[in-house]
């Protein structure tokens, strides 16, 4: 019988993940009819929250600043999208793919100066993903990178918070020890780090 699943890739702006996910969902749609994917993302633009939170993103200038009211509003938000989107599928038995989950508060919040403790409280209760790919690379590559998209900047990419963020992600089988999760070296081209990313989605299916 087919099983809901539910996957999340993470990693610090810039390391590849938005990419690698949509190749993900195509790969694995063409894998066998019965695997329905749903591809989705936080912070969401659906939620009234995940709309403040990308305006606080544009507008802020001290990434050091404002952990709790980010952490509010991150954290609402993805109650919003579990409880409308997420669990919904999971229990639909879609296969659900998340550009970013609770681990990206427990990198980015954690850098902002959020207690551990208050996060781990405030997350209880949310669903464990099956699997969770952290796609790491140096923060010196993440501007670099972030640098040639040329976007105008948001308050998180600069190189001194995206060091601290990376040093978070790296912590995360430590802080989660009972779950899944799997870091991937992303400094590579993106059809090695494709391949490896497919390779941990095989051992779940
Ligand atoms: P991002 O994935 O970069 O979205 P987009 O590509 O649409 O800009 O996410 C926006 C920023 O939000 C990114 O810098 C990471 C940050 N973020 C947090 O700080 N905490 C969170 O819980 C989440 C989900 C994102």
Known sequence: MVKGLFIVLEGIDGCGKSTQIKGLANYVFDLDKSKHVFLTREPTKISKYGEQVRKLLANKKDPKKDSEFFTKLYVKDRW??????????????????????????????????????????????????????????????????????????????????????????????EIFAEENIVVINGMRPKEEVFKEIKKEVHKIL
Request: proline fraction near 3%.
């Open 80 to 173: 919003f999208h579990v409880k409308n989107h997420i669990l919904p599928m999971i229990n639909a038995r879609c296969m659900v793919l998340s550009d970013r989950y609770k681990f990206s508060t427990f990198a980015y919040q954690l850098a902002q100066g959020a207690d551990l403790k208050t996060l781990q409280q405030l997350h209880k209760g949310f669903p464990v993903p099956n699997l969770t790919i952290i796609i790491d690379i140096t923060a010196e590559e993440a501007m670099k990178r972030l640098g040639k998209i040329g976007n105008k900047k948001e308050v998180f990419e600069n190189l001194e918070f995206l060091t601290k963020v990376r040093e978070n992600y790296l912590r995360m089988k």
